[in-house]
DNA sequence: CGACGGGTTGAAGTAAATCAATAGGGGTGG
DNA sequence: CCACCCCTATTGATTTACTTCAACCCGTCG
């Protein structure tokens, strides 16, 4: 749980195994960062917003997403509880935040915590390594959409779900899918339709059960990955 | 030039308008940052080395990419003359990186870089301010690649060259392809016929001009920004 | 010269999108 | 408690954008 090789698959959000954004921001004044309550679908922060704070999940899911100007919609991330958003917003990456499922959120200017790294150097370099566990996990994203088939996408996707829940080697695991298909078509770049009929697939070839659409049981960890092409090892 | 915003749509390169390596790496011993040379197609790093080091692009192109285990590619980014590469690798990202030009690249090893830190600890917020900047550009990347059709990907990404080549404002601009049909089918998720046609579809309405197949002159800067969807400022 | 690597173009096939209808589930109000 | 509605999900029928397969062109290099 502690290596972030452990979650070859992982979503954007494996940062939360490897440095929770309590470890960056511990020692901040508690005042400068106000806890802020979203129901589903509200809004933390969109495109035009300046930008200039941070933001730590700690309860619920939020997922960040770019809108193009016909509605097309491609999320870039999901956060769950420990995860650290807005690293990249100053410098010009235009992307709204809305909560998936109902969350808590502290957020903590980027100029306190500027502040603290001019006392406490240290934090920067664990900024860093928040940054650069964002940007792997994004490349395992990328392979994703861009080069796999619908079910290798819906597959890995469940893999890195049942991974974060569950750990890398139990055989079977059983979760909850916080995000709706719209969500989950949203951030692997493909419609609601396909998605479902996926879902579906998988179930009928006994890979998933599905007790509720929000609940998934892998049957079958092994034969999941292999259906979701992750020989990101052997080669 | 000088902004990040000003690259709205650039490649996951703009870190060299912004903040150029050399802006980081200036003052390192150059005893331990050697340059190598590559020919197109030399391999820098591949997925099972260590990644103890970061890299400079001081001349040419190289990409970095990911392979499955059947052999489909998705390159994940472009990088040109002051581009910064490896950060991200010592925590698990496993990609390749190879000449996609000839090229000249210095690697200086992390273990370098992280003595420097402890005695200039503004080093650490330069290197999160390159991160940040991969981090932007690479959610540009996701939504051409995740929710974009061929010519819209083919037009952003043609765009994005011909900014970072010309700047912004220019009505036309041309420019040189570093890199071949099958790099760029790569990069945009797509295969190399699709590329092509697109590429014919673009000069048959007149968007561009092909007077060699890896020069490009955009006769229409505007109506190529229409084709990119690249409306992403107005929403 | 022939071979080879890249690029374009055409014809045919297919995975996924689109269009459309139906079903389930959870909450509200009569 | 049932009826209704709204939202989400599933399933089916059809279309299409892109892929795949295949031929061909063109410049370079041994």
Chains 1, 2 share one sequence.
Do not use: W
């Not at 509200?42 to 770019?66: P, Q």
């Not at 097309?72 to 956060?79: A, H, V």
């Not at 150097?121 to 861009?146: C, N, Q, W, Y």
């Not at 890398?168 to 949203?186: K, Y």
């Amino acid at each position: 749980m502690l290596q972030a090789t452990a979650f070859p698959n992982a979503l954007d959000n494996s940062s939360a195994a490897v440095l929770s954004g309590i470890d960056v921001l511990a020692g901040l004044d508690d005042r400068q960062s106000p806890v802020r309550r979203l129901a589903r679908h509200e809004t933390l922060f969109s495109e035009g917003d300046e930008g200039g704070k941070y933001y730590e999940v700690l309860e619920g899911v939020v997922c960040s997403f770019r809108i193009l100007h016909d509605g097309r919609r491609q999320i870039l991330s999901f956060n769950y509880p420990g995860d650290m958003i807005g690293i990249g917003h100053e410098l010009g990456c235009k992307c709204s935040c809305e909560a998936v499922a109902d969350a808590r959120v502290r957020s903590i200017p980027v100029s306190a915590l500027d502040r603290s790294i001019k006392t406490r150097p240290e934090l920067a370099r664990k900024l860093l390594k928040v940054a650069t566990i964002e940007l792997a996990s994004m490349h395992d994203h990328f392979v994703m959409v861009g080069r796999k088939s619908a079910t290798e996408k819906l597959a890995s996707f469940l893999l890195a779900l049942a991974r974060r829940e569950c750990g890398d080697d139990a055989g079977t695991a059983t979760f909850q899918l916080p995000m709706t298909r719209t969500d989950i078509a949203d951030f692997l770049g493909m419609t609601i339709e396909t998605v479902s009929r996926r879902f579906t697939s998988l179930r009928k070839l006994g890979v998933i059960d599905l007790p509720q659409t929000t609940t998934v049981h892998v049957r079958d960890m092994f034969l999941l990955e292999e259906l979701a092409d992750s020989n990101e090892d052997d080669c």
